[in-house]
């Protein structure tokens, strides 16, 4: 209705706006707001549905950031503790070695890997008849640390870069 209105009053005025181009009536339109809805003045402040919508989405987003980081935690929890294998490994093979223990497999340092934990014993030194055995690991554990273990001239040597191949 307000609009026929306005309509009405725009066509009263064409007379005077006869020289004027359809721009200005346009203009007129758009420079002078349409109010449908009367507008109450309200108090300053939010609404409790603007609050539980705000709350929400702020909800929704700290699920998102921490699923992702946990993930990322979870991904550095592991590289540490297969590095923390891949040391346990090349240690006790150190000392097996300074022993005399037969446990090196040519060419094959899950192999090698493998006699460590079931145990090797000492044949000579200060360490003859003592019992090299990784006891808090398992064969499962050895695929994860394998990159960090590298298999040189008969012995066992840690890279922490991680880049080695696995067999």
Not at 42 to 53: D, N
Not at 69 to 96: D, F, K, P, T, W
Request: hydrophobic share 45%; charged share 15%; net charge positive.
């Amino acid at each position: 209705m307000k609009l026929f209105r306005r309509m009405h009053w725009i066509t009263r005025q064409n007379e005077r706006l006869r020289h004027l181009d359809i721009m200005v009536i346009i203009n007129v339109l758009l420079t002078r707001p349409l109010r449908l809805i009367p507008t109450k003045h309200h108090a300053p402040g939010f609404s409790l549905f603007e609050m539980l919508v705000v709350i929400a989405v702020v909800g929704i987003l700290c699920g998102v950031a921490l699923n992702w980081y946990g993930g990322n935690l979870r991904a550095g929890v592991e590289r540490v503790g297969h590095q923390r294998n891949a040391q346990e490994i090349v240690s006790m093979g150190v000392c097996a070695t300074m022993s005399g223990a037969d446990f090196v497999v040519k060419g094959d340092k899950l192999a090698t890997s493998l006699n460590l934990i079931v145990g090797v014993t000492g044949r000579q030194g200060a360490w003859k008849g003592q019992i090299f055995r990784l006891g808090g690991l398992k064969p499962a554990d050895l695929p994860g640390a394998m990159p960090f273990v590298k298999f040189e001239s008969g012995l066992l040597l840690y890279d922490p870069s991680g880049l080695q191949p696995s067999s």
